[in-house]
């Protein structure tokens, strides 16, 4: 039933989580379920790491989870496996989260009037703080100037505009 796993889009999210999570995935492709041992014995990574990004993959319901006894210890076994539905849900929201993040950047510059000493590494300054130094940069100690940020809201609305497309796509 794997081969039905879309492999591009599950290697993409999966890579949000590190290298080790994406050898883990290409495990968890294999088969319809495996357990954390399984896991330690197929790669190099330690069980610990293992179980830390299983749990975090798990926290995002990207894998699913079944527990069992082992009869003879009576310890938890977890059994793993993929959760390819959830992978454009997580996606989605991944995406959300970004507008928001880009919005709140688009706010700020609309909202303040910058003033930059035109030296690179130095930041541009808003004007209640320009007003404080001075109009002297606190770190290269040049004169501060008006800085237009029309292309940087531009850039910033290009950005939002493009994952909007994506989103509906
Ligand atoms: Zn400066």
Redesign the pocket.
Do not use: A, R, S
């Given at each position: 039933m794997f081969s039905l796993v879309d492999e591009e889009p599950l290697m993409k999210v999966f890579g949000l989580f590190g290298e080790e999570a994406i050898e883990i995935a290409k495990i968890l492709m294999e088969t319809t379920e495996t357990t954390d041992d399984d896991i330690a014995t197929k790669t190099e990574i330690r069980l610990n790491d293992i179980r830390k990004i299983l749990y975090k993959l798990y926290s995002y319901s990207l894998i699913g989870l079944r527990r069992t006894r082992d009869k003879n210890t009576g310890w938890f076994i977890f059994h793993w496996r993929l959760q390819p539905d959830q992978l454009e849900g997580f996606i989605l929201n991944k995406k959300r989260r970004m507008i928001e993040k880009f919005e709140t950047r688009l706010e700020y510059e609309k909202n303040h009037d910058f003033y930059y000493?035109f030296?690179a590494?130095?930041r541009q300054i808003p004007f209640e703080e320009a007003m404080e130094v001075l109009f002297q940069?606190?770190?290269?100690?040049?004169s501060l100037i008006h800085f237009d940020n029309d292309q940087i809201i531009d850039a910033i609305t290009k950005k939002i505009d493009q994952i909007q497309k994506e989103l509906i796509e």
């Open positions: 000493c030296t590494g130095c940069c606190p770190v290269c100690e040049k």
